[in-house]
């Protein structure tokens, strides 16, 4: 009932940037939260980011400084601003909405930092 498409991954060099974007479709509740999680090999998939319809904002540490996440709420949007990227950065991106009592999840997409 709800899909969420991302895009935006790739390679980057370490200190640099990209931008993702996550939009959501289906009956969505006016009053939800969006996000990112993120998984790297081997590894459990853990919280990044997430902001509320009304915009109030929670990060892991790890990237506080460095990611900023925003959202377009008429187009149910969800962007990841990541700046300064390090190497242990480079996990698979997955986006989120939590709306009417469920949880969905995007595709994933792949972000890869290089020295």
């Known amino acids: 009932q709800v899909q969420l498409v991302e895009s935006g991954g790739g390679l980057v060099q370490t200190g640099g940037s990209l931008r993702l974007s996550c939009a959501a479709s289906?009956?969505?509740?006016?009053?939800?939260?969006m996000g990112w999680y993120r998984q790297a090999p081997g590894k459990q998939r853990m919280f990044v980011t997430q902001?509320?319809?009304?915009?109030?904002?929670n990060y892991v540490d790890s990237v506080k400084g460095r990611f900023t996440i925003s959202r377009d709420n008429a187009k149910n949007t969800v962007y990841l601003q990541m700046n300064g990227l390090k190497l242990e950065d480079t996990a698979v991106y997955y986006c989120?909405?939590?709306?009417?009592?469920?949880?969905?999840w995007g595709q994933g997409t792949q972000v890869t930092v290089s020295s």
């Open positions: 289906g009956s969505i509740l006016s009053n939800n939260v």
């Open positions: 902001i509320t319809t009304g915009g109030v904002t």
């Open positions: 989120n909405i939590a709306t009417s009592g469920r949880r969905y």
